[in-house]
């Protein structure tokens, strides 16, 4: 079957780096996204990973492994508005779309 | 504004009763899908459409339909709603280009009885 796996819980202080890791196995592959939810709202998108690497925009950044089937996203200099559900994303063969459950981030003050 | 629209926002139904969630984006994009969200199952694809008159089933197609008449639009039908189908619906779209990034609709927050 196709799954991605990502962890449900992240807790950081503001002002801290987090990771947020992301492993899929999936039949095809064209690129790995990742979207931040607000409580009430509708995912938004955040960054897309095609090839190899590391892409950065602003605070966040985002990694992809293709031969390991592994990403992240890194956050840094987090702040309270950070708090969100954070989900990665796979988009396979034509436009078919596979959501991780999705990570639930904390940021303490 | 660029935006992508839903209707109803909120519906609560009966079993068995037809319903239809309008989605309508004004960004003249390709690609659109329609996402249900579950606690504890993140979003689960539907359907979606690559162009007019063009649509495949997602990974949980079953008890859904859609069409794909006109660019803008791509309603989903409930032909005989069940309990199971109670849920949180998002429509996406995306243009045809190398970021796949998905505009997201308010969402639908759908209660069947």
């Known amino acids: 079957g196709q799954s991605l796996e990502q962890p449900s819980e992240v807790t950081a202080v503001e002002g801290a780096i987090v990771q947020i890791n992301c492993t899929y196995q999936?039949?095809?592959?064209?690129?790995l996204s990742w979207y931040q939810q607000h409580d009430g709202g509708a995912p938004t998108f955040l960054s897309y990973?095609?090839?190899?690497g590391l892409e950065e925009t602003g605070r966040f950044s985002s990694f992809l492994s293709r031969s390991d089937s592994y990403g992240y996203l890194l956050l840094q200099e987090l702040q309270m508005k950070d708090s969100a559900s954070y989900f990665c994303?796979?988009?396979?063969?034509?436009?078919?779309?596979?959501f991780g459950a999705g990570t639930r981030l904390f940021v303490k003050a | 504004e660029a935006q992508v629209t839903q209707n109803p926002r909120y519906l609560i139904t009966v079993t068995g009763k037809k319903l239809t969630v309008t989605c309508s984006q004004n960004m003249n994009h390709e690609y659109m899908s329609w996402y249900r969200q579950d606690p504890g199952l993140g979003l689960r694809q539907i359907y979606y459409s690559m162009n007019v008159e063009v649509t495949d089933k997602g990974d949980v197609p079953e008890g859904y339909k859609v069409s794909r008449k006109e660019k803008r639009n791509f309603p989903l039908i409930l032909e005989s709603p069940s309990p199971n189908q109670t849920s949180l619906y998002f429509c996406?779209?995306?243009?045809?280009?190398?970021?796949?990034?998905?505009?997201f609709g308010p969402g639908t927050r759908l209660t069947v009885l």
């Open positions: 996406a779209s995306n243009p045809q280009n190398q970021y796949n990034e998905q505009f």
């Open positions: 994303a796979v988009t396979t063969g034509g436009f078919k779309t596979i």
């Open positions: 990973n095609a090839l190899d």
């Open positions: 999936t039949s095809g592959f064209y690129g």
